[in-house]
């Protein structure tokens, strides 16, 4: 091995904690100021030159699609690391079905249904302060959305406003198809790639599965971490150093090609995320692996950090415009800087009384 397996926890952890972080920010920059185009460039008298600094400065927070890319690149490597380094030994232990699918319900559904509380909760804080409108309140809450949401249909309707359980929706069907994945990926690593490819290849020749949808090609980028975690455990012999080309020539590619469609550039971001993990993993960048690993801590949490933070972020911003003489967002960030300042501890505190305890409780009968 490369690293050992405590020391590639913690820079993982530390590398999904930054992904957070920076998807936080983002989405605080998209509710609680005013949209670059309509306020900076439009309205540059109304900006001072501090707030002009933070214009620039949060400006740098305005990939979060490409964040999510990473998670999934991210999500696969560690979905199919342990079973990678089972499969690597010359005597592999048994595939349990019914483990695997106990141990991602425990991971996932606490934090779930605690997104599902918060919304409410803040949902009536602000009916009850400020006098809403709750026929407009009452419209997120059908009972479909409600189970779309709560058996994470892909392509369905978001109930409430937690925008980002999309992305968890996708999470979800890859967890279902990945025992599928891991027979054939057992059998032939290489094989293993076949249905991600070929769901991939409907999908971008116009077949849209119902419930399904984008989910059948971002299958395929999550894939590319279950392959990089086979060659890390050398199931597949390629030096994983070999990795780092890929993002040279994913950079090249998309510079090239700028104007192409979502599903080629979210691979080609894939590729390109696989290869500065696949850089990470080796020994030749550690101080960049001692830096991530400081961020570990935040990884921890960063599950209920991702799934949480867009309830409480639209809750300031309802807030904000109700007490704004205009109704309307501030020219200025200091919003995004304090809710982000605010907003990471509470979760924090969230965590620890539901993601925390349940995740200790999966540690006890695994």
């Not at 409480?312 to 109700?322: C, E, G, K, N, Q």
Request: aromatic share 20%; with cysteine; hydrophobic share 50%.
């Amino acid at each position: 091995m490369i690293n050992t397996k405590e020391n590639t926890i913690k820079v993982l952890d530390g590398l999904r904690g930054i992904a957070a972080l920076y998807v936080l920010v983002h989405h605080a920059r998209l509710l609680l100021t005013q949209p670059y185009y309509q306020g900076f460039l439009k309205n540059p008298e109304q900006y001072n030159i501090i707030d002009k600094f933070l214009v620039y400065f949060f400006s740098l927070f305005k990939f979060g699609h490409e964040a999510v890319i990473l998670f999934f690149v991210l999500s696969g490597f560690v979905i199919h690391l342990n079973q990678a380094r089972t499969l690597a030994q010359p005597q592999s232990t048994k595939f349990s079905l019914k483990n695997y699918l106990f141990k991602r319900i425990v991971r996932i559904y606490p934090t779930l249904i605690t997104s599902f509380v918060l919304i409410v909760i803040l949902d009536f804080c602000y009916f009850f302060i400020h006098s809403g409108n709750w026929d407009v309140i009452s419209q997120k809450y059908s009972v479909a959305t409600f189970f779309y949401d709560f058996f994470l249909v892909p392509d369905s309707p978001i109930w409430g406003h937690n925008f980002p359980v999309w992305s968890l929706k996708h999470e979800w069907f890859f967890y279902l198809l990945y025992p599928l994945l891991f027979l054939v990926n057992k059998k032939n690593v290489f094989l293993g790639l076949f249905l991600p490819v070929l769901l991939y290849s409907l999908y971008i020749g116009g077949l849209k599965m119902p419930f399904i949808g984008a989910a059948c090609y971002t299958l395929l980028i999550w894939w590319l971490g279950s392959i990089l975690a086979d060659i890390y455990c050398q199931r597949i012999h390629i030096p994983i150093q070999w990795g780092a080309a890929l993002v040279p020539i994913s950079l090249v590619v998309i510079f090239i090609f700028k104007s192409i469609s979502t599903p080629f550039y979210d691979l080609l971001l894939g590729l390109l995320f696989t290869g500065v993990l696949a850089m990470i993993l080796t020994n030749k960048f550690s101080a960049l692996s001692r830096f991530l690993s400081k961020f570990s801590i935040i990884g921890t949490f960063s599950y209920s950090l991702y799934l949480l933070h867009f309830p409480i972020l639209s809750f300031f911003r309802l807030l904000i415009v109700d007490n704004s003489p205009t109704k309307s967002l501030p020219y200025h960030l200091w919003y995004v800087l304090i809710s982000c300042i605010i907003t990471v501890p509470v979760i924090y505190l969230i965590y620890y009384y539901t993601e925390r305890v349940a995740i200790n409780y999966k540690k006890k009968i695994s």
